[in-house]
């Protein structure tokens, strides 16, 4: 009998924290969908979008771990595009802007025993292959490859520290 209590015992937890890693994930799908869009039309908006949709990153990914951090990679500037909240020429970017994103979240992912290191690693990562993309694939107007450029490390860096700093004062639980 006690066999069949361990069962279902572990059975019930799994489910228990699938159900709350779908609700966390839920929640970070819907908040980098909606705060980009409230947000687009703020001046100097990349600076607060950005920002925020890479402490969802970071979030996502120590919460509920890489695979539901990759869904939630993917959203945010797909959503944004077919919404019209890029400029039209950005939409080549898409895709180099979704890998960057989970190219950052992979980084940090894999290194998220120390998080510091893998904020900075990740938004490095980020940052160096969004700048060789439109510096030495992509041409765009000088105001869009800038947007693709420094200001990606920059929201990156502060996404990330946000991020810990959140942390560290909610205690949210690493997946």
């Known amino acids: ?48 979008t950005g920002t ?9 990914v120590w919460r509920v771990g890489i695979v539901n951090a990759a869904l939630v990679a993917v959203f945010p500037s797909s959503i944004a595009l077919m919404r019209g909240l890029l400029p039209a020429p950005m939409a080549i970017l898409v895709p180099y802007i979704i890998l960057s994103n989970l190219a950052m979240i992979f980084v940090f992912y894999a ?11 990740g938004s490095v ?33 502060a996404g990330g520290l946000i991020a810990v700093g959140i942390i560290k004062i909610t205690h949210i639980p690493k997946a």
């Open 125 to 157: 990562v980020k940052f160096l292959f969004l700048f060789a993309i439109t510096s030495f694939f992509i041409k765009l107007a000088t105001p869009l490859l800038v947007m693709m450029q420094w200001p990606q490390l920059f929201t990156a860096l």
């Open 1 to 48: 009998m006690k066999e069949q209590e361990k069962i279902i015992a572990t059975t019930f937890t799994l489910i228990t924290y699938q159900a709350k890693d779908a609700l966390w994930t839920v929640g970070f799908l819907i908040a980098a969908v909606i705060f980009p869009a409230l947000l687009a039309h703020t001046p100097q908006n990349q600076w607060v």
């Open 111 to 121: 290194i998220k025993k120390y998080p510091l290191a893998g904020i900075i690693s």
């Open 52 to 60: 925020i949709v890479n402490v969802l990153l970071f979030l996502a």
